[in-house]
């Protein structure tokens, strides 16, 4: 049983990438439910159980046998010491695209959870739904006083999202990749130097995790400020982490070319719409370039990269844009940025069986190549909601950043969204300003 990938999604096969999902419980969790979800989350979800493979020029997804499908890891330990370790443990060239870990604390009361996807199957979105799935059929087992149902879902193959794109004409295509190209000629962007020879910048590095977070309220504020301004929460951050980036750079306050790489998610611009459990990557990017100075205005600067992002969407320049993806290889820069700025919007937590609770959700994204060599790289920020509460995670290498660098960088970011909490009412939007 296997089925080819399509040229976009071979792309990520090559990125070793993967979406790392976690979730701290507190309460007594049923280990045997658990690993049953698991279990048939895997049966439903072909991908999850398999391995790629190459075929001729180029790969497919094939299942696992019995023996070698993933289940469930159980082990016992301390919480922030397992999550840094599955954060750097890759899923291994041709082994299963999925990880379950449960680690549990000396007593039982207190797990940390951990999902990890390779992205070649899957996106932030997909991930979510997925987790929070796996969980719906815990409860389920967990509460129910009969046997499970047999009336799952059959286990099928997703279709690629290149595959259900509205048709456009490959002129336009080839007309659209020449702009592309032609833009990233005339203004190429600078990237954030590293930081090597700081402390924790040590021989290959490791992963490491700067997280910033705004309660439900400040949260709030943050959305009022967006509507009130007329742009999206995620123009604000944008903007924010231009700056931030801006102030990283040598020589003077003067304007320099900086730029912004947004994730385009695909399944609500597609007809039908694709829903977040289909188990493939379904997202495009959308890169600009702006002129930023450390006396750049805030607000303005989120007003252009709003406007420009919303362009992009109404010209149908997305459909183009995962279309040329295949080009990447060859032209690198066609995805080459300052900062990288996701945006999963508000998403809803797992629902738990009565006694367990959900401390924490997160999603980070976590890679097996980091090139220290290139002595600069875009900055990613992974920006999610889970429940009301909007959470940034910047993930780094520390042969690449050192912890303190990003430390900063985090800081700076938090109080630059800070600010925007002030503006909430339209008379106050100046409040906004750095």
């Known amino acids: 049983m296997h089925r080819a990938l399509c040229p976009v999604e071979t792309l990520y096969v090559g990125q070793r990438s993967r979406a790392v999902l976690s979730c701290t419980l507190r ?57 840094a370790a599955e954060l750097n443990r890759p899923l291994p060239v041709g082994g299963p695209l999925s990880r379950a870990v449960l680690v549990s604390a000396p007593g039982g009361e207190s797990h940390l959870f951990v999902l990890v996807i390779d992205h ?17 059929r815990y409860r389920t087992l967990v509460e129910s006083t009969a046997a499970e149902s047999d009336d799952r879902e059959l286990p099928r193959w997703p279709e690629p999202v290149s595959r ?23 203004h190429p962007v600078e990237l954030v130097p590293y930081d090597a020879d700081s402390e924790g910048a040590d021989g290959d590095g490791h992963i490491e995790v700067r997280r910033l977070t705004l309660d439900p309220d400040l949260t ?29 750079l040598a020589g003077d306050a003067g304007a320099r070319t900086l730029g912004c790489l947004s994730p385009v998610d695909l399944r609500s611009r597609l007809s039908p719409p694709l829903p977040a459990s289909a188990l493939v990557p379904a997202v495009t990017t959308h890169l600009q370039t702006v002129e930023v100075s450390e006396a750049s205005d805030p607000l303005d600067l989120a007003r252009t990269v709003h406007a420009r992002l919303g362009d992009f969407l109404s010209r149908g320049d997305h459909v183009h844009e995962m279309r040329i993806t295949p080009e990447i290889p060859r032209n690198p820069l066609l995805q080459l940025a300052t900062v990288i700025a996701t945006n999963m919007g508000v998403v809803p937590g797992p629902r738990l069986p009565e006694g367990l609770q959900a401390a924490d959700v997160r999603l980070v994204p976590a890679r097996e190549h980091y090139f220290p060599q290139a002595g600069r790289s875009p900055v990613m920020a992974c ?3 889970f429940e009301g509460r909007l959470s940034i995670e910047f ?23 800070l600010r925007f909490t002030t503006a909430a009412e339209p008379g106050l939007a100046g409040a906004a300003g750095v």
């Open 27 to 83: 309460g007594p969790v049923d280990v045997a439910a658990l690993s049953a979800a698991f279990d048939a989350t895997t049966e439903t979800h072909p991908p999850l159980r398999s391995r790629i493979e190459q075929d001729g020029a180029g790969h497919v997804l094939r299942v696992l046998g019995p023996d070698e499908r993933p289940r469930l890891v159980t082990r016992t330990g301390d919480e922030h010491a397992a999550y």
């Open 395 to 417: 993930p780094h290498s520390t042969a690449c950043f050192s912890p303190s660098f990003m430390r900063a960088f985090r800081d700076e970011v938090r109080a630059g969204l």
């Open 164 to 186: 259900l794109l509205p048709p456009v004409d490959d002129a336009d295509t080839a007309k659209y990749l020449d702009g592309r190209l032609e833009e990233i000629r005339r």
């Open 120 to 136: 070649t199957i899957t996106d932030g979105h997909s991930s979510i739904a997925l987790h929070n799935a796996l969980w719906d």
């Open 383 to 385: 920006v999610v909601s």
């Open 220 to 248: 709030s504020r943050l959305r009022m400020t967006a509507r009130a301004t007329g742009v999206s929460v995620h123009a604000l951050i944008s903007a924010t982490l231009l700056l931030t980036a801006r102030r990283r």
